[in-house]
């Protein structure tokens, strides 16, 4: 909860409380309702909107208009890539590749999880509303390109890229993943070991 008085002031510990600018405000109060949807989805009301906030119900009709509103505009918020962006863009490349394959999985399978979660509470079955950004195949296939060096692995970046990325979205979906919840470990040791044995690899049978 934020710490956001009625009158749009917010409070920092004993420090006398200083009014938030516009767009401090609605991203408080965006960054309190996303929990709320996710559990709640759509039927949440703006009254339970306002008290997730820790403000006046007024309050999100003068900062926002409405409720589809402010749906709207916490639906953006969620699918913005940046953050996952950005968390990817912290993996050091020189730490080892079953490390960096490790990291890479945890990041994506928390955020399909979190989107696949999302799309659920919100009735979304066709994937996000027209104009929401989506992560870009550039950018994906760079970032991958840039965590993992050529001569530590047996497959192209781009290649590996789409790995990842298939392995951690399939295991984000509750049916796919419902029978044996698969942790990470389990999928990193998939990707960098695979299933069969170094020195049975392209042997045929008898």
């Known amino acids: 909860m934020i710490n956001v008085r009625p009158d749009g002031f917010v409070v920092l510990g004993r420090e006398r409380a200083r009014p938030l600018a516009p767009d401090e405000r609605r991203a408080a109060i965006i960054d309190a309702v996303i929990p709320l949807l996710r559990e709640k989805g759509r039927e949440v009301s703006t009254r339970q909107m306002a008290e997730a906030a820790g403000?006046?119900?007024?309050t999100i009709f003068r900062a926002f208009g409405d409720k589809e509103s402010l749906i709207a505009a916490a639906v953006e918020r969620?699918?913005?890539p940046e953050p996952l962006r950005?968390?990817?863009?912290?993996?050091?490349?020189?730490?080892?590749?079953d490390e960096k394959v490790h990291q890479?999985?945890?990041?994506?399978?928390?955020?399909?999880?979190?989107?696949v979660g999302f799309m659920s509470a919100m009735g979304?079955?066709?994937?996000p509303p027209p104009g929401v950004q989506r992560p870009e195949d550039t950018e994906w296939l760079a970032t991958i390109a840039r965590?993992?060096?050529d001569d530590e692995l047996t497959v192209s970046t781009e290649?590996?890229?789409?790995?990842?990325?298939?392995?951690?979205?399939g295991s984000a979906i509750p049916p796919v993943n419902a029978v044996h919840p698969f942790t990470t470990e389990e999928l990193v040791a998939?990707?960098?070991?695979?299933?069969?044995?170094?020195?049975?690899?392209?042997?045929?049978?008898?």
């Open 190 to 206: 998939l990707v960098v070991r695979g299933v069969l044995p170094a020195a049975t690899t392209g042997k045929k049978k008898n």
């Open 159 to 169: 290649t590996l890229a789409y790995y990842l990325r298939l392995i951690a979205f």
């Open 124 to 127: 979304m079955r066709n994937g």
């Open 147 to 149: 965590i993992f060096h």
């Open 104 to 115: 890479v999985l945890h990041l994506l399978r928390e955020r399909f999880t979190g989107v």
């Open 86 to 97: 950005n968390a990817l863009r912290g993996i050091d490349p020189d730490d080892p590749a």
């Open 78 to 80: 969620y699918f913005d």
């Open 55 to 58: 403000i006046a119900e007024g």
